[in-house]
């Protein structure tokens, strides 16, 4: 059954790795980090309108969470970003904890590296996230969630559009050792 799931995954990623673009912009990756960058005027605008969609579709009652989402933490595998896959175990430790109260955090194996907030809607399979750091982009991918495995695929909507991840279900956050 494992092998199902993988190939069905491998064959998931391969699909849609192919249908990307790059449109010649700079990709963001999937995988969060807190930017020691400073603040721009054009983030804070992009920020504020990424800000006004999230208020927007949680007044309006829009789905905003999915058990199969927040149930466990997904530690990373495999990104894809730039135009190149990450080496096979270079994503050790690193994790996306989703809570039902809209919140994120990610870090690394014990270390917390960062916090936000997100709207998912499992109609639409489309998560919008907001990372707490001010210097940090929003994101937007669709997400394909098989089993204990999720694809997330970054959309053009912030230039995410050229970045694909996939991660696997933990019960909880990993740990060295």
């Known amino acids: 059954m494992n ?5 069905v995954c491998t064959i998931v990623i391969g699909l849609t790795l192919f249908s ?11 995988e969060p980090n807190v930017s020691t960058k400073a603040v721009t005027p054009q983030m804070t605008k992009l920020r504020e309108n990424a800000k006004a969609v999230f208020d927007y579709r949680i ?9 199969i989402l927040d149930n466990g ?38 270390v917390t590296k960062g916090s936000g907030i997100y709207h998912y809607n499992p ?4 998560i919008l996230m907001i990372d707490n750091d001010p210097a940090t982009k929003p994101q937007e991918f669709e997400m394909k969630l098989v089993m204990d495995a999720l694809v997330m ?3 053009k909507t912030y230039n995410d559009n050229s970045t694909q991840s996939k991660l696997d279900k933990r019960e909880v956050r990993p740990t060295k050792g």
């Open 59 to 67: 007044k309006n009652g829009e789905f905003s969470t999915a058990q």
């Open 153 to 155: 695929v970054g959309q």
């Open 123 to 126: 109609i639409s399979t489309i």
């Open 20 to 30: 990307c673009k790059n449109d010649g912009k700079i990709p963001s990756t999937t």
């Open 73 to 110: 933490v997904w530690e990373y595998k495999f990104t894809f970003a730039d135009g190149a896959m990450s080496e096979l175990g270079a994503l050790a430790g690193k994790w996306i904890d989703f809570a039902d109260n809209n919140t994120y955090q990610y870090g690394n194996y014990d």
């Open 3 to 7: 092998r199902i799931i993988l190939l």
